[in-house]
């Protein structure tokens, strides 16, 4: 195929036209534009075996060892690959959600209803949800803490603060 100076191709398939895409260190998930999701790399975890049964997908989120995508169907979170410390429990109570992140320690998913909850390891504080944090346009799930943006679009971080990545800069 051939790729012209505006970007416009006539050869490519359906599954070829990206929507979004996780990389994480030696694998990659990408959503066609249909939601077929499609994984490739290292699979030492079993990350890249998406699940028959979860048909189209709105978002990937891949991380070490195991991945998470919302389903189109029904906005459920589902996840695979590596349960070693119960990073792929997701709670039974979550729900519908519009947006997930997820990094080493910690998941954190945006509900329908803009509230945000997160799960798994709370090793430093990155799954405490602050009490007045409200409602969020945006997740960010870093390795041992979070970021969210708020409906006014301010950024409200939380968790480990070793290297100052809290420190929001004015």
Known sequence: ?????????????????????????????KISIGGA????????????????????????TAWMAHTCAIRADNNNVECWGSNQYGEINVPSDLGAVTQISTRWYHTCAIKTDGT???WWNNQFGEKNVPSDLGTVIDVSAGQSHTCAIKTNWSLKCWGYNYFGQLNIPS
């Open 37 to 60: 999701l499609s994984c490739w790399g290292s699979n030492g975890w079993w990350q890249l075996d998406v699940p028959a049964w979860i048909g189209s997908v709105l978002q990937v």
């Open 1 to 29: 195929c051939e790729v012209k100076a505006d970007y416009t191709s006539s050869c490519l398939a359906v599954d070829d036209l990206v929507t979004q895409i996780s990389v994480w260190y030696d694998y990659k998930c």
């Open 116 to 118: 945000l909850r997160c």
